[in-house]
């Protein structure tokens, strides 16, 4: 394979990363093309032992962290702004995970950690965002055990939980009271209602990002009618739980429709 089939339909989305990273179109391509120049010079720095996306990601790092100015860059557009005060490490994390979508384990070779030391980046990562992403929660949760971790999970990464519901009903009426800045949902509910009626039915009084913690994924995942952006599948990690709180709030995913039941 030649080296423009092997990075060719990978470069949008390195162009992509490099913005979000640097917090400005213009210094991410920049960086982006003096990735292309070095490999000009030197086809042998893209590593043949790792998977071509992983590979390309990895040299692009590997010359984004040799220039040490990098961590200090100041966010230009408002959907990166937050990222301004992480750490450049567990900014790179938090970015490969949740905006390009790798794996952990894919990431980790990425940044040329281990596993272990990659985890402890996105744990930073979370309290980080947290601290300044700091917001009300509401656990929409019936088994007793379960809310109490999330709220546990929560509480740790710098947010109020506000209330816990376990019918529809009382998620209503507490939603009626005060609003969260994010909710956690199950979807089957412990009188036999269902956490999709009262997620939709608070999005009919306002927006706010919905994650969906449930052992029932398949009653969204159809493909024939509007999904989640966030769902978290029972039994859930609780690191990637974390990740995901830290990407719905940064990104300000807002839920404009209903989801349908």
Sequence with gaps: MNMKDRIGAHLPYLRRFA??????QQSGDAFVLAMLECLVED?????????????????FLRIWNSISTNGTTEMS???????????PRSRQAFLLVTLENFSEEEAAQVMDVEPSEFAEMIEEAGREIAEQVATDIL???DEPIIAMDLEALTTELGHTVIDI??????????????????????IQLADGSSGLDAVNEILETFEVPVIFVTAYPERLLTGTKPEPTYLVTKPFRPQNLKVIISQALFFKERATRKIAA
Excluded at 49 to 57: F, M, P
Excluded at 168 to 181: C, S, T
């Design 165 to 186: 519901a376990r019918t529809q009903r009382e998620a209503l009426d507490i939603v009626a009271r005060r609003r969260p800045g994010l909710v956690l949902a199950d």
């Design 43 to 59: 086809p042998t720095m893209l590593r043949g032992d790792l998977e071509n996306r992983t590979a390309i990601y990895n040299l």
């Design 77 to 87: 557009e408002d959907h990166v702004a937050t990222l301004a005060a992480l750490t």
């Design 19 to 24: 913005r979000a990273l640097s917090g400005s």
């Design 139 to 141: 656990i929409i949760e």
